[in-house]
């Protein structure tokens, strides 16, 4: 849910971090199917304090999923929640000051005890680059073992990666020494001076959990289908827009919704106008789809979802030319041709398909889906109906209608093929009998 850090829980006004279990790793934390840390009841705390409690979760699992691999054979994968090594800079540097905080409120004598330079001059020397890899794992080496059980790095001893990473959390040490001893003297405004600690961006413990845009569509899904005279929406539907937020989460790297920009709208439809490879029909088409989903995840939470509105409706669609209709419309020799052949066919499906869409403008999908049942006469004049009965569907709710049957359909001997069909579909079709004919007959040609 928007608003929420990952692995938060709130139950009663009380907080903890709460992280689910792989499966396959149950058996090896006592078949538990998720681990709890709590966080107590002031939400100030608990956001505080989250960041390590996850982090301790996270390495009971790295030390279960190692379990598991040595058992199955299967060789360590990377990183589940990988970090950037300033990133496991910055929190192991909160989390000295923080224990230095706890402790200073529960130990009257700590703030007495000076801080070791011997110490000091080892850790500065860690991060200078000055002690070999063997050095740096007697001072560091737990921590970033930690960082690897909890998913963070898949670095490994005797490489550059890991070697960067022990350093860097030399670095942390020295700082939170040098805070330890200005504490002492009673100064709490000292900040760190060294670039990896200084120049990083403040850790956000409050930061949102990601939502994908297949959530939000699955969440339409379901809210189209819950409750009595529901009007789903159709699997292929749903999977067009599914398609396009794909092809958009690709190009900008991120399936995370929240963080959608308009310019980043922008950027996706002009490559895809510089590749060449869709016409601009089809791009509006797409980004439409992409920001009618956007529109669905502010519906559902409009207060955490983009409060500031839908980013990519600020954002001009491609422009498009078409031709005529009657440029693409059948010509009178070419329907003559069509009919004509269709008189010769033996298959129901395509002796009367062709016809009934050439006198009606009905799709092709809606004449297939015809029933005996839908011909009714009124007043010596026959009529057949399109509807949504029977579990059919039609494009739009303004779909459904009620067709005269031509006098030419009349002549044809459509009424008798209808009359003698058994009840039920006028016209059924394998794998092998598909639509021969041109789909653009659905839309209909003047006889």
């Keep these: 849910m928007a608003g929420k850090p990952q692995h938060w829980k709130e139950r009663n006004g009380r907080y903890s971090a709460r992280i689910v279990i792989p499966p396959q790793l149950r058996p090896y934390l006592d078949n538990r199917a998720e681990l ?18 996850v982090a301790a979760l996270q390495r009971r699992i790295g030390i279960a999923r190692q379990r598991y691999e040595a058992a199955t054979g299967q060789q360590a994968k990377v990183a589940p929640h990988p970090l950037t090594v300033q990133q496991i800079a910055v929190r192991d540097y909160q989390s000295q000051i923080d224990f230095d905080a706890e402790i200073r409120r529960t130990d009257p004598n700590y703030a007495r005890w000076g801080v070791d330079s011997d110490d000091a001059a080892r850790y500065r020397d860690g991060f200078a680059g000055k002690l070999t890899d063997e050095e740096l794992h007697d001072l560091v080496g737990e921590r970033v073992e930690r960082a690897r059980l909890a998913g963070n790095t898949d670095a490994i001893m005797g490489t550059d990666k ?14 939170a020494m040098t805070r330890d001893e200005e504490r002492n003297e009673g100064d709490f405004t000292g900040k760190p001076t060294h670039p990896l600690l200084a120049e990083a961006a403040p850790v956000n413990n409050d930061e949102p959990e990601p939502i994908t845009f297949d959530a939000i569509v699955d969440n339409e899904v379901k809210r189209r289908a819950r409750g009595k005279n529901t009007k789903p929406l159709p699997a292929r539907t749903a999977k067009k827009y599914c398609d396009h937020c794909a092809a958009f989460a690709e190009w900008r790297k991120s399936k995370n919704s929240l963080t959608v920009t308009a310019a980043e709208g922008k950027g996706w439809i002009e490559s895809l106008q510089d590749a060449g490879e869709l016409s601009n029909r089809t791009l509006k088409a797409m980004l439409q789809n992409v920001r009618t989903v956007m529109n669905w995840g502010r519906q ?16 001009k669609a491609p422009d498009y030319t078409t031709l005529p209709s009657y440029l693409r419309a059948f010509t009178m020799d070419e329907a003559k041709l069509v009919l004509a052949a269709a008189r010769k066919e033996e298959k129901a499906m395509f002796r009367w398909i062709p016809w009934l869409c050439a006198y009606s403008g009905m799709r092709v999908s809606e004449a297939g889906n015809l029933r005996k049942g839908d011909f009714f006469e009124v007043d010596d004049q026959w009529f057949w109906k399109v509807t949504t009965v029977g579990a059919r569907s039609l494009k739009t709710a303004g779909s459904e209608r009620r067709i005269p049957v031509h006098k030419a359909l009349v002549d044809e001997g459509l009424l008798n093929f209808v009359k003698a069909a058994k009840l039920g579909r006028l016209f059924r079709a394998t794998q092998k009998t598909q639509f021969l004919f041109n789909p653009a007959l659905a839309h209909g040609f003047a006889a």
């Design 300 to 315: 559902n939470d409009p207060a955490n979802f983009c409060p500031a509105g839908n980013p990519l409706n600020g954002i």
């Design 36 to 53: 709890e840390i709590q966080l107590g009841g002031d939400r100030r705390t608990a956001l505080r304090n989250h960041a390590a409690a």
């Design 162 to 175: 890991w070697r960067a990473l022990a350093q860097a959390l030399c670095v942390t040490t020295f700082e």
